[in-house]
């Protein structure tokens, strides 16, 4: 069983910068594949970023070139780097963790991209 656990939500002002943070426990986290997804009110969650065991990465369109996303397996975290983002950005960010038929989900920090 995997526990995840994000961080480093809040405010941010458009085209600042922010950074979550996802804490897994467990010792195969290495193994996971990662992803972050968002779900603003009143839409489906949907997927933002993900990375794979190994490192690949992909993203949804609308982050390409302004979101970046990182795994750190020695210390059981990912990241989602956010830059410049914007108020369509406003929504409540998800880690998730896959590995083969499981899937893990933290419980959400909220991000509000408002000047």
């Known amino acids: 069983q995997v526990q995840l656990v994000e961080s480093g939500g809040g405010l941010v002002q458009p085209g600042g910068s922010l950074r979550l943070s996802c804490a897994a426990s467990?010792?195969?986290?290495?193994?996971?594949?990662m992803g972050w997804y968002r779900q603003a009110p009143g839409s489906q969650r949907e997927l933002v970023a993900s990375?794979?065991?190994?490192?690949?990465?992909n993203y949804a369109d609308s982050v390409k070139g302004r979101f970046t996303i990182s795994r750190d397996n020695a210390k059981n975290t990912v990241y989602l780097q956010m830059n410049s983002p914007q108020p369509e950005d406003t929504a409540v960010y998800y880690c998730?963790?896959?590995?083969?038929?499981?899937?893990?989900w933290g419980q959400g920090t909220q991000v509000t991209v408002s000047s």
């Open positions: 990375i794979t065991s190994g490192g690949k990465t």
């Open positions: 998730n963790a896959v590995l083969g038929p499981t899937s893990h």
């Open positions: 467990g010792s195969i986290f290495g193994f996971y594949r």
